[in-house]
């Protein structure tokens, strides 16, 4: 199916544990975003990514990497989990007009 | 800096009335914004567009009102229904295709 998904689609960690957040999406889009989503803040950008091989950071990157070897895949990786990281997290694509989200991953971390 | 903000965090409205939801922006640079719409554990969806050489953009339902002037955004949906309930962002567009949400307005629907 066309699209962008997510896996998993919910996780629960300990603190200090990495975890790595899984989105792909089917239309070779060549932008791709991560954003998490928390109470009070909105929606906030913490890497994203012009094309394979190619990223930067966005409004929040402290703790995160994120990898682009292939255009449809852009996993985000927390490498040693915080409670601060409790959060739903979105990755979206950008066919040029317009953004498509994926249906989120909700983490928690213990 | 940079920031996109909501007026207000909620607005209930009976079912039939037209709904207002407000923005404020202050980056005058952005040259584009988006209003998106999202449902409880659902990811934002698109829902109407406007660019900065526009004042005024509709689609069904829904009509996007931008005024540079006062860097305001307002998104209008006519004869809300109960499926409108949702939480409503706004978004510019900056440094590329990176953007911006405000923090939202939760609107709610009554019957």
């Known amino acids: 199916d066309a699209g962008i998904t997510q896996s998993p689609r919910y996780k629960i960690t300990e603190t200090g544990r990495q975890v790595t957040l899984m989105c792909h999406q089917t239309?070779?889009?060549?932008?791709m975003f991560w954003y998490r989503q928390d109470l009070g803040h909105g929606l906030r950008l913490i890497y994203y990514s012009a094309a394979a091989d190619i990223t930067d950071k966005g409004e929040v990157p402290d703790g995160y990497v994120v990898s682009r070897s292939k255009t449809e895949n852009f996993p985000l990786t927390l490498e040693s989990a915080t409670r601060s990281q409790t959060s739903v997290y979105f990755c979206a694509s950008d066919s040029g007009n317009e953004q498509f989200f994926g249906p989120g991953t909700r983490l928690t971390v213990l | 800096g940079e920031s996109v903000g909501l007026h207000l965090p909620t607005l209930s409205v009976q079912e039939g009335d037209n709904s207002i939801i407000n923005c404020a922006y202050s980056?005058?640079?952005?040259?584009?914004f988006i209003w998106y719409k999202q449902e409880s554990g659902k990811g934002p969806q698109f829902i109407i567009d406007i660019r900065s050489n526009m004042d005024k953009r509709q689609g069904q339902r829904v009509t996007v009102l931008l005024n540079k002037t006062v860097k305001h955004l307002s998104l209008q949906i006519a004869a809300t229904q109960p499926g409108d309930s949702a939480v409503y962002f706004c978004?510019?567009?900056?440094?590329?295709?990176?953007?911006?949400f405000g923090k939202g307005t939760t609107l709610s629907v009554s019957s």
């Open positions: 978004a510019e567009r900056v440094a590329g295709t990176a953007l911006i």
């Open positions: 980056n005058s640079a952005s040259d584009y």
């Open positions: 239309w070779s889009h060549s932008y």
